[in-house]
């Protein structure tokens, strides 16, 4: 709550009565979504009408209506929101996705109610209920209207695009394309499209700039490798960029689903994936989120790759399992952590050691002599000392 609602007297279904007692919306209207759709969507507080973090003056929200006055409708009537919607229907996934339905509709187009919409395009026919899935299918008119206007879907997907107002050289985004092609021959997308992309890559990797006739030479006849070793950084640099521009938007809309996203491909889905210390911001983004299982996956990921440092790695695999409330499996974590830490300077930083372990070592009901005795650090000549066998972990595993 901001500053000055501690001035507005509260009103029931999300609204305030302010100072001269006129309600105001505080968060989008969901009066129009079936009580047994809304298991679908979000608590209703969550789709408020600013895009960005708690306490700072974020982007406003543009509805699907305020959209219809914005924007360019295709030659059927239909605007980018529902041809989006007609892209998601072509993959058997809508209506009531087992996930629901991503914030994404409200706060990057504008849509509350995305059941509704999907039943103003059945009742058009764009689409019909498959009666074996349950699931929306394209009628020939719908694959028309898809298959004519496949910028949006490629446009939403692109990792390229760029928030709406951006000051950092031209908008790229679903709607500055939509414009643009207003003017030029719809047909020809893919070019007008690649055009305006190469444009905003230009900006943001500067090893897409041209090369100097040596190093064009180099390339060319790859002299000492130089070509493998250009198109390797290259394609990383792409990968930090698109990373960056993924945490500007994120610092602009706070849209945490769609950071994850590009975390996922950058880090995960790419091969080979970006190398770079923002990939434990993905493991924090899953605790945040709730994702533990996919935090862990990541982090045992990065330890088979040696993509992170590995007592980073065992401190928030320790974190995340005592969350979990996997104690044995948390305290194997923390002392495998602290011992790789060891490594490099051979001292076991018992103090602190003691301060992360202690609640996990009462969990186990260790005894405080149990817990002392893991910060001498065990003789390599052992095999497993009396009290490494309470947490089952082989020292050496660091």
Same mark, same amino acid.
């Given at each position: 709550?901001?500053?000055?609602?501690?001035?507005?007297?509260?009103?029931?279904?999300?609204? @305030?009565?302010?100072?001269?007692?006129?309600?105001?919306?505080?968060?989008?209207?969901?009066?129009?979504?079936?009580?047994?759709?809304?298991?679908?969507?979000?608590?209703?507080? @969550?789709?408020?009408?600013?895009?960005?973090?708690?306490?700072? +003056?974020?982007?406003?929200?543009?509805?699907?209506?305020?959209?219809?006055? +914005?924007?360019?409708?295709?030659?059927?009537?239909?605007?980018?929101?529902?041809?989006?919607?007609?892209? @998601?229907?072509?993959?058997?996934?809508?209506?009531?996705?087992?996930?629901?339905?991503?914030?994404?509709?409200?706060?990057?187009?504008?849509?509350?109610?995305?059941?509704?919409?999907?039943?103003?395009?059945?009742?058009?026919?764009?689409? @019909?209920?498959?009666?074996?899935?349950?699931?929306?299918?394209?009628?020939?008119?719908?694959?028309?209207?898809?298959?004519?206007?496949?910028?949006?879907?490629?446009?939403?997907?692109?990792?390229?695009?760029?928030?709406?107002?951006?000051?950092?050289?031209?908008?790229?985004?679903?709607?500055?394309?939509?414009?643009?092609?207003?003017?030029?021959?719809?047909?020809?997308?893919?070019?007008?499209?690649?055009?305006?992309?190469?444009?905003?890559?230009?900006?943001?990797?500067?090893?897409?700039?041209?090369?100097?006739?040596?190093?064009?030479?180099?390339?060319?006849?790859?002299?000492?490798?130089?070509?493998?070793?250009?198109?390797?950084?290259?394609?990383?640099?792409?990968?930090?960029?698109?990373?960056?521009?993924?945490?500007?938007?994120?610092?602009?809309?706070?849209?945490?689903?769609?950071?994850?996203?590009?975390?996922?491909?950058?880090?995960?889905?790419?091969?080979?994936?970006?190398?770079?210390?923002?990939?434990?911001?993905?493991?924090?983004?899953?605790?945040?989120?709730?994702?533990?299982?996919?935090? +862990?996956?990541?982090?045992?990921?990065?330890?088979?790759?040696?993509?992170?440092?590995?007592?980073?790695?065992?401190?928030?695999?320790?974190?995340?399992?005592?969350?979990?409330?996997?104690?044995?499996?948390?305290?194997?974590?923390?002392?495998?952590?602290?011992?790789?830490?060891?490594?490099?300077?051979?001292?076991?930083?018992?103090?602190?050691?003691?301060?992360?372990?202690?609640?996990?070592?009462?969990?186990?009901?260790?005894?405080?002599?149990?817990?002392?005795?893991?910060?001498?650090?065990?003789?390599?000549?052992?095999?497993?000392?009396?009290?490494?066998?309470?947490?089952?972990?082989?020292?050496?595993?660091?």
């Amino acid at each position: 709550m901001g500053f000055f609602d501690l001035f507005k007297k509260a009103a029931p279904n999300g609204k @305030y009565l302010d100072n001269k007692n006129t309600i105001t919306m505080q968060y989008a209207d969901s009066s129009t979504i079936p009580l047994d759709e809304k298991q679908y969507y979000k608590p209703d507080e @969550y789709y408020t009408f600013t895009i960005g973090t708690s306490g700072t +003056l974020g982007q406003r929200v543009i509805t699907f209506e305020q959209r219809k006055e +914005l924007s360019i409708p295709s030659k059927r009537g239909l605007y980018v929101a529902e041809i989006l919607l007609l892209h @998601y229907c072509s993959l058997g996934k809508y209506p009531n996705p087992k996930g629901g339905y991503p914030g994404l509709w409200w706060f990057e187009y504008g849509i509350r109610d995305v059941g509704g919409v999907l039943r103003t395009l059945e009742n058009r026919g764009f689409v @019909y209920i498959n009666n074996t899935t349950g699931k929306y299918t394209l009628t020939e008119l719908g694959e028309l209207e898809l298959t004519e206007n496949e910028y949006i879907p490629y446009m939403h997907k692109s990792k390229y695009k760029t928030i709406e107002g951006d000051t950092f050289g031209s908008e790229f985004n679903v709607w500055s394309i939509n414009k643009l092609l207003d003017k030029e021959d719809k047909n020809n997308w893919r070019s007008i499209v690649e055009q305006e992309e190469n444009k905003r890559i230009s900006l943001l990797t500067p090893q897409d700039k041209p090369m100097s006739d040596v190093e064009a030479e180099m390339y060319k006849n790859n002299t000492l490798g130089y070509r493998e070793k250009k198109d390797r950084i290259d394609y990383q640099n792409r990968l930090i960029s698109m990373a960056n521009s993924a945490v500007a938007e994120y610092n602009q809309d706070g849209n945490t689903e769609k950071l994850i996203s590009v975390y996922e491909h950058v880090f995960i889905e790419c091969n080979p994936p970006l190398a770079s210390s923002q990939n434990m911001k993905l493991v924090k983004l899953y605790v945040q989120t709730g994702q533990n299982d996919k935090a +862990l996956s990541f982090l045992n990921r990065l330890e088979n790759t040696h993509q992170a440092p590995l007592e980073k790695i065992r401190l928030e695999q320790a974190r995340i399992l005592k969350k979990e409330n996997k104690y044995s499996e948390a305290m194997e974590k923390y002392a495998l952590g602290y011992l790789a830490k060891s490594k490099w300077n051979c001292t076991f930083q018992s103090d602190v050691f003691i301060k992360d372990a202690k609640t996990t070592a009462k969990k186990l009901c260790w005894s405080e002599e149990d817990l002392k005795a893991v910060n001498e650090r065990p003789s390599r000549k052992l095999c497993k000392p009396p009290i490494w066998c309470k947490i089952e972990a082989p020292y050496w595993r660091f």
